[in-house]
């Protein structure tokens, strides 16, 4: 009887830790939208917010599981994250980072093709996501990628 219960409560699990997932990247670029068209105070705020969002998102797919190497196929930023989302839209941005984490459990990025490639270009990767080995490679370079172009834009608030 016990099984039954702990079976059928795996999918629910499972379910609502996409949900959280979900909820955490859009809640992320829908900040980041917001403060790339702020300025002060207000767009530090928005961003240091979202920043601390994105370490808990970080925290939640277990990154540093994935990340081995990742750095290496990426490079610096070209762009921060507020430039990407006000380019892909927050959306996209916001969608790419939950397939990117699903694709750390092992789902396919194939859907996200286009989205993929636009991504890797905004952000300048020194390897194209096509040629990266699997789909949870490019989820780790998607997420890793991200974290850095938030702090290059928390860099260019601070400047400013």
């Known amino acids: 009887m016990s099984s039954d219960v702990?079976?059928?409560s795996q999918p629910a699990a499972a379910e609502l830790?996409?949900?959280?997932?979900?909820?955490?990247?859009?809640?992320?670029?829908?900040?980041?939208?917001?403060?790339?068209?702020?300025?002060?105070?207000a767009a530090a705020q928005l961003s240091v917010y979202?920043?601390?969002?994105?370490?808990?998102?970080?925290?939640?797919v277990n990154l540093r599981d994935h990340a081995d190497g990742i750095i290496n196929?990426?490079?610096?930023?070209?762009?921060?994250?507020?430039?990407?989302?006000?380019?892909?839209?927050?959306?996209?941005?916001?969608s790419l980072l939950v397939a990117a984490s699903k694709a750390l459990e092992g789902e396919s990025l194939e859907a996200y093709r286009s989205d993929l490639?636009?991504?890797?270009?905004?952000?300048?990767?020194l390897v194209s996501p096509h040629k990266m080995l699997s789909d949870e490679q490019r989820g780790a370079a998607v997420l890793v990628s991200f974290a850095a172009a938030i702090n290059k834009w928390l860099e260019e608030l601070a400047l400013s």
């Open 6 to 8: 702990e079976t059928g």
């Open 17 to 41: 830790y996409m949900e959280d997932i979900k909820g955490i990247a859009d809640e992320v670029a829908r900040l980041l939208f917001i403060a790339g068209s702020t300025r002060g105070s």
């Open 50 to 60: 979202a920043s601390l969002l994105y370490d808990e998102l970080i925290a939640k």
């Open 73 to 94: 196929l990426m490079g610096e930023p070209l762009s921060s994250a507020a430039d990407v989302v006000d380019c892909m839209g927050y959306r996209a941005v916001a």
């Open 117 to 125: 490639e636009l991504f890797a270009d905004c952000m300048g990767w």
